[in-house]
């Protein structure tokens, strides 16, 4: 959309309508607080107005004692009363304002996680929830204002309705015909005109107002990059992980530069003190000033006429200015929905990604056996956007209980095949068979329970072990312990004193544990057993680690996997001894398969080219082993 695009009036009531209809849903009380703080202070200064202008007629009127006394207590009872209830209702909306703060990003996560995991992976679906966070924290534009306006319309329509009823004695009490000249101020013309300015300055102070919102907004826009730079070089220098990185090499320098010639918060400021946005603003105020000085000589020459008490003066020029302000605060509210419909636009075109992936029905066959076959026939694949193909005519067949390696250079493809194997993203062309079924008509969650892999990446939780090993509060004690020692973390699990209660990371528990990389990789392995899918898949966990240690990781796991079928996928070949099949990609393409024998007498093929490249490593591991196991003998 066109920054400067003109938007409908239909459409920024729609975009607001839906966007509170999400509030609604996620917390009514929001709205059911703001409206009855709402109601209580728009009447309260009406009720108030109203008293004092019949306390102050009775003063400088008939004076009676008594009258003047019942008033001052009205006046006092009213405004103590109306104040106890204002605040009580102010406590329910901060309450539930701040219960909605803690929540307010709960229905993009949600949308996040929904949505398939192709969109997710989209570079585009980033940017947008970029925008949308960045427009929230540096202006509070976007869905997250909707509450705020929401008040403020119901604030300014009983403005309005107030101000009408105690308005209206100002127009129909008559001037006196003795007042002379000044009894021309009974004629009707005075209404037309009075609320033709009323309405024509509102309109005018609002438009100013508008064009300074614009300029405000227009700042968004132009530091949706600058705030990016900003706020990721103001969390790098304080993260705790870039700390050595920081220090060694004076990364600091470069972090503060990019810090402070980004920094809008301080162009904001400046535009607001001396540019177009301060003198907008005062120009707002003098057009609200200048029609209350009109207002205001109307009033005080027809209580001069004798058409009305010095009383009546108090209350008419409250509530006319009243009535002002509620229609100018209207028209206001709508120029900013106006102002905010651009970054609702961009909130519901993230939430409005839609999901492509078909979502199946059947049930996933729960064999005792544990007999499944998996076969790729003839599948094809390139990432959206994408015209390169990332595999290329792939058929392959495996099967439950067999040990799988996958091997290859980088970019061959490896990653990809396990991601369409997972169903995290559907082929382009072909089709994916379990049991001879294509694996889209599954039930899309049954299907994805099927497997448990270790990416390379993996990540750990900062809450309790237990908790990491389940992903949930309730586990079963006895199968995660059994799963971590199988693992080989069962030693350092009887260290800790509080077991399986005992945090991971000291982010939220000072207790808290920090896991070496070895050990991280030792509690993803048991998580993946803990879970008790037929398929386990690793995918590079272990690259961090050095060849031996690598090959003890993969002959532990090989052990404890039982009749699982396990994947390997691995730069380095050592462990392609203990598969019994092994799948060679290249290029997008699987160019060789079968047991590592006989690929390895295949000497015109990649997989020999790959073990020899690499083979120093497993003969130098050799002869250490060699040498260890003669100087046990001797």
């Not at 003063?59 to 109306?82: D, F, H, P, Y």
């Not at 005792?368 to 392959?396: A, C, G, K, M, T």
């Not at 207790?511 to 995918?539: C, H, N, T, W």
């Amino acid at each position: 959309m066109e920054k400067n695009e003109k938007i409908s009036f239909k459409e920024v009531l729609m975009l607001h309508r839906r966007g509170l209809m999400i509030f609604w849903r996620m917390c009514p009380s929001i709205f059911f607080s703001r409206l009855c703080y709402a109601l209580i202070t728009g009447v309260t200064p009406y009720v108030m107005v109203y008293l004092s202008a019949r306390l102050v007629g009775e003063m400088v009127g008939n004076r009676e004692e008594r009258q003047i006394i019942i008033l001052v207590v009205s006046v006092l009872a009213a405004g103590l009363l109306l104040g106890i209830i204002s605040d009580c209702i102010k406590r329910w909306k901060l309450y539930a304002n701040a219960a909605i703060w803690q929540d307010k990003d709960r229905v993009l996560i949600h949308k996040l996680l929904d949505m398939d995991f192709a969109a997710m992976d989209d570079s585009n679906t980033h940017n947008l929830l970029a925008q949308i966070q960045q427009n929230a924290m540096f202006g509070g534009a976007g869905i997250f204002q909707i509450p705020e306006y929401f008040e403020k319309c119901v604030s300014a329509a009983v403005n309005i309705l107030c101000a009408v009823f105690l308005t209206m004695g100002l127009f129909i009490k008559k001037v006196p015909d003795s007042a002379g000249t000044l009894g021309k101020l009974n004629h009707p013309i005075w209404i037309v005109v009075l609320l033709g300015m009323l309405f024509l300055t509102a309109m005018l102070a609002c438009h100013i107002h508008q064009k300074s919102n614009k300029y405000f907004t227009g700042c968004i826009h132009e530091a949706e990059l600058g705030n990016r730079i900003w706020g990721f070089f103001m969390f790098e220098m304080a993260d705790i992980e870039r700390a050595m990185d920081m220090r060694i090499y004076n990364q600091q320098d470069i972090s503060l530069h990019y810090f402070d010639k980004n920094n809008n918060f301080a162009m904001l400021m400046e535009r607001l003190a001396k540019g177009r946005m301060g003198l907008t603003k005062g120009l707002s105020a003098v057009v609200a000033v200048s029609f209350q000085g009109v207002i205001d000589l109307f009033i005080c020459l027809k209580a001069w006429a004798g058409a009305f008490d010095i009383g009546m003066v108090t209350q008419y020029i409250g509530s006319i200015s009243a009535l002002y302000n509620g229609v100018e605060a209207l028209l206001k509210t709508y120029g900013d929905l106006q102002n905010n419909a651009p970054f609702l636009r961009t909130t519901f075109e993230f939430l409005d990604i839609p999901n492509e992936m078909y979502q199946g029905s059947l049930t996933v066959e729960k064999r005792q056996d544990r007999r499944y076959e998996i076969e790729f026939r003839d599948v094809s694949f390139r990432y959206p956007s994408s015209e390169e193909w990332v595999l290329r005519h792939i058929s392959f067949r495996f099967h439950v209980g067999e040990r799988l390696a996958i091997v290859g250079e980088n970019g061959s493809g490896k990653t990809t095949f396990i991601k369409l194997l997972c169903r995290l993203y559907d082929p382009t062309e072909g089709v994916i068979l379990l049991n001879g079924i294509d694996i889209r008509k599954y039930n899309y969650r049954e299907y994805m329970s099927v497997f448990a892999v270790v990416f390379q990446d993996f990540q750990l939780l900062s809450c309790s072990l237990g908790e990491n090993m389940a992903a949930g509060k309730i586990y079963e004690k006895e199968k995660v312990e059994q799963c971590l020692v199988k693992a080989g973390f069962g030693d350092r699990l009887r260290e800790l004193p509080k077991g399986l209660e005992t945090c991971l990371y000291k982010n939220f528990d000072k207790e808290g544990i920090e896991l070496s990389g070895g050990e991280s990789q030792k509690v993803a392995l048991a998580r993946a057993l803990y879970k008790d899918a037929p398929f386990v898949i690793l995918d590079e966990p272990t690259a961090a680690l050095d060849p031996e240690a690598e090959q003890k990781v993969y002959e532990k796991f090989n052990e404890i996997a039982g009749d699982k079928t396990a994947i390997y996928i691995s730069h380095r070949l050592s462990s392609c001894r203990l598969c019994d099949v092994i799948a060679v990609f290249d290029k997008g393409n699987i160019v060789q398969h079968g047991s590592h024998e006989s690929l390895l007498k295949e000497t015109e093929g990649k997989y020999y080219q790959l073990w020899y490249a690499q083979a120093q490593y497993y003969i130098e591991e050799q002869e250490r082993q060699n040498m260890w196991k003669k100087l046990m003998a001797d």
